[in-house]
């Protein structure tokens, strides 16, 4: 794993927009929309490969590899027409994905817990982006990506975690994801 730069800006940032996304069921998933211009990104090494976090509002894209050979998108956008799934599999990328009902007090603590880990896994060199809303609080979009589990026997190669907080109807999406090792994915990321 490549360290970010050193001097790289800190994981959090206020987006230059208001909260604008509703609920937790307006976001889908895909792997083929094309990248959009992020309102803030980071870019790293992880595993040899180039990653790139990007924030699109309470939505994000995840760029794994050159040439947007493996790219995932979580959004409200009209390209974006498939439900977000609860799991999804496709040579050798796993994705995962549930939703959180919780109250006011316990959101709090979900984003102040995630703010914390957002900003231990920037120590650690590691890519990490938290973006929050201007006038929100509790409304952030969270990524945070490292090396797969360093365990024998364990063959994924990146992995990356997303939160989406939507503070007006107290719901919580949390992804996972993981590029595994010998994947026709993760060969394409390679090249």
Known sequence: MT????GTPPPQTELPVAYADT????????????????LAQVDGMVAGLPVSLRLLGASHQVLVGQSAHLLETVACLPDVTSD???????????????????????????VE?????????????????VGRFPGSPLALTAVLAGPGADTPGSQALVVWRTWHTY??????VVTSSSLWRGGPAHSEAQS
């Open 3 to 6: 360290p970010l730069v050193p």
């Open 167 to 172: 503070p007006q109807t107290g719901e919580v």
């Open 84 to 110: 977000l799934p609860l799991s999804f599999q496709e040579s050798g990328y796993y994705f995962n994905a549930r939703t959180d009902i919780v109250g006011a007090d316990a959101l709090a603590t979900i």
């Open 23 to 38: 609920c937790a069921s307006a976001l889908g998933f895909s792997l083929t929309t094309p990248l959009q211009e992020p």
């Open 113 to 129: 817990t995630i703010v914390r880990e957002a900003d231990e896994h920037h120590s650690r060199g590691l890519p990490a982006l």
